[in-house]
């Protein structure tokens, strides 16, 4: 089952900012901006480092993000998209996403991440189970 609309699919292929909310051990939140994608109904996010999020993902998959949508709903309130889901941590592949994200979040002529860094890094691939917020995307 599709849960994107294809203007939630629009939103995240744009080049808005990600607000990427994994839990810590101790069940409190943990909040990064990231660059996200879209692979078939996945949403995929690149990540050079063995960091906090990717840690917290390889312990729990539980994720939401949230982005700024562009425009305003019928009550003038900015709409702004909400997904609900489960990530899975790839091993390798992010220097290759993340240099595809930069043309879409830095320009055509990006290069990301910069030459001489090479570590493999980790791929987050987010199965969306629910869409809400403010827009045409809201299920909930």
């Given at each position: 089952?599709?849960?994107?609309?294809?203007?939630?699919?629009?939103?995240?292929?744009?080049?808005?900012?990600?607000?990427?909310?994994?839990?810590?051990?101790?069940?409190?939140?943990?909040?990064?901006?990231?660059?996200?994608?879209?692979?078939?109904?996945e949403?995929?996010?690149?990540?050079?480092?063995?960091?906090?999020?990717?840690?917290?993902?390889e312990?729990?998959?539980?994720?939401?993000?949230s982005?700024?949508?562009?425009?305003?709903?019928e009550?003038?309130?900015?709409?702004?998209?909400?997904?609900?889901?489960?990530?899975?941590?790839?091993?390798?592949?992010?220097?290759?996403?993340?240099?595809?994200?930069?043309?879409?979040?830095?320009?055509?002529?990006?290069?990301?991440?910069?030459?001489?860094?090479?570590?493999?890094?980790?791929?987050?691939?987010?199965?969306?189970?629910?869409?809400?917020?403010?827009?045409?995307?809201?299920?909930?």
């Open positions: 089952m599709t849960i994107l609309t294809p203007e939630a699919r629009e939103l995240l292929d744009s080049d808005a900012l990600v607000h990427l909310v994994t839990l810590n051990d101790d069940g409190s939140p943990q909040l990064s901006c990231v660059w996200v994608g879209l692979d078939g109904d949403i995929v996010s690149g990540h050079m480092l063995h960091r906090r999020k990717v840690r917290n993902v312990r729990d998959r539980r994720v939401v993000l982005l700024e949508g562009r425009g305003t709903n009550g003038g309130l900015r709409e702004y998209l909400v997904v609900y889901g489960r990530a899975r941590v790839q091993e390798g592949g992010a220097a290759k996403l993340l240099q595809q994200l930069a043309h879409v979040y830095l320009g055509p002529d990006a290069v990301f991440p910069p030459p001489g860094f090479d570590a493999p890094g980790y791929v987050l691939r987010i199965t969306p189970e629910r869409a809400g917020g403010v827009g045409p995307w809201a299920s909930d």
